[in-house]
């Protein structure tokens, strides 16, 4: 019975319970508030606006789809579903990679990115009042520095690493 499944967990203290409850709720309130003001203004989910925000950043507005799911940190299935949508609103294409057949590239159309240009103003106020008009520019610097340490931590570098993009 000396196995390690066998030891008694290391429960939380009322501090650090406080703490991952407050995290728990503001990250599900902001991604709410985030998804209704998008829906409501671009009729798009905030994943989606994230995919058209990476696109518009890439060269050429293309990135290969393995590539845009590692970047949204998003599964493989959930990316294909959104490029799904997003190609029958006409804001995105694909393509067929020519050096790779299994291979394909998202494009941001003209469209898409006319969408995007219309949505951004109203996304990034949201992002202002929901999150940088109430911190410090001190408590800005800690979040994140906090996040990319976190982000850091679930991301292995090696192989085999569980990670949604490769799921």
């Known amino acids: ?46 994943v989606y606006f994230g995919l058209l925000v990476q696109l518009s950043e890439a060269p050429r507005r293309r990135l290969r789809m393995t590539e845009l799911a590692m970047s949204a940190k998003i599964t493989r299935s959930r990316l294909s579903h959104a490029i799904a949508r997003l190609e029958k609103n006409g804001w995105v294409r694909r393509e067929d990679c020519p050096s790779d057949k299994r291979g394909q590239f998202a ?12 949505s951004a103003p109203g996304h990034v106020s949201a992002v202002r009042a929901a ?5 410090t520019p001190q408590q800005q610097k800690s979040l994140g520095e906090i996040m990319m340490i976190v982000a850091e931590g679930l991301q ?3 192989a085999g690493a569980d990670l949604p993009w490769l799921r």
């Open 156 to 158: 292995p570098k090696e």
């Open 131 to 135: 999150l940088f008009e109430r911190l």
């Open 107 to 118: 494009i941001l159309t003209d469209e898409g990115l006319d969408v995007l240009e219309k």
């Open 1 to 46: 019975m000396g196995s390690m499944n066998s030891r008694e967990p290391q429960w939380l203290s009322e501090d650090e319970q406080r703490v991952w409850r407050a995290y728990l709720h503001a990250t599900t309130l902001l991604e709410d508030h985030l998804d209704r003001q998008l829906q409501r203004d671009a009729k798009m989910p905030h």
